[in-house]
């Protein structure tokens, strides 16, 4: 079976830094993802490990372990407009077709 | 530098009616996922095509549901007799399927919100 498990919900002030966690069990991995929801939204496309470490993109960046199938995207100087709801997802396998799974998101409540 | 087009983006219907709902993928993405996602959940795998051709169903309800991805035109997902139970927003993602990992990327739609009365 497929399972993710994030926390359901954070919160954090303005300016601050904020990790939400993502632990994986899955038949088949090649890589995590990770998506930002703000209500009534379409998931947007935010990083991609394949790899184990850390990838960095502006304010935001993910991290992957393999051996521990666990994820994190870290969000740094948060601003209210990061208020949203953040999805990891598995890509199963590398090419192709790829059915991935999504988290259940965590909610992030920035305040001021 | 259009992205996934969907529409309706809110389309509300009563129960036993039928409710068509329309994807027109990225330009040069050949991959359709249709997902499902109930409020305050996460996003559920319904079907995966390409043109003419529908890959993996296994997420979509046996009955009463349906999609396509016609050679010319949009994607559809079909949901017929419609029950207050399919109240969700329906996304649809495109992918350009090429090599691996991050080109794999699905872009999301804004959605369809289905209301059932």
């Known amino acids: 079976g497929q399972s993710l498990e994030q926390p359901s919900e954070v919160t954090a002030v303005e300016g601050a830094i904020v990790q939400i966690n993502c632990t994986y069990q899955?038949?088949?991995?090649?890589?995590l993802s990770w998506y930002q929801q703000h209500d009534g939204g379409a998931p947007t496309f935010l990083s991609y490990?394949?790899?184990?470490g850390l990838e960095e993109t502006g304010r935001f960046s993910s991290f992957l372990s393999r051996s521990d199938s666990y994820g994190y995207l870290l969000l740094q100087e948060l601003q209210m407009k990061d208020s949203a709801s953040y999805f990891c997802?598995?890509?199963?396998?590398?090419?192709?077709?790829?059915?991935?799974?999504f988290g259940t998101g965590t909610k992030l409540q920035v305040i001021p | 530098n259009a992205g996934v087009m969907q529409n309706p983006r809110h389309l509300v219907r009563r129960r036993g009616q039928e409710a068509r709902l329309r994807c027109s993928p990225m330009?040069?993405?050949?991959?359709v996922y249709w997902y499902r996602q109930l409020p305050e959940e996460g996003l559920k795998f319904m079907v995966y095509?390409?043109?003419?051709?529908?890959?993996?169903e296994s997420g979509m309800p046996k009955e009463r549901f349906s999609a396509e991805f016609p050679k010319e035109g949009p994607s559809i997902l079909r949901i017929q007799q419609v029950v207050r139970g399919d109240s969700a927003a329906y996304f649809c993602?495109?992918?350009?399927?090429?090599?691996?990992?991050?080109?794999?990327?699905?872009?999301f739609g804004p959605g369809t919100r289905l209301t059932v009365l």
């Open positions: 993602a495109s992918s350009s399927g090429t090599a691996g990992g991050a080109s794999d990327t699905q872009y």
């Open positions: 899955t038949s088949g991995f090649y890589g």
């Open positions: 490990n394949a790899l184990d």
């Open positions: 997802a598995v890509l199963p396998n590398s090419g192709g077709y790829q059915k991935v799974t």
């Open positions: 330009k040069g993405h050949s991959h």
């Open positions: 095509l390409q043109k003419e051709n529908i890959i993996d």
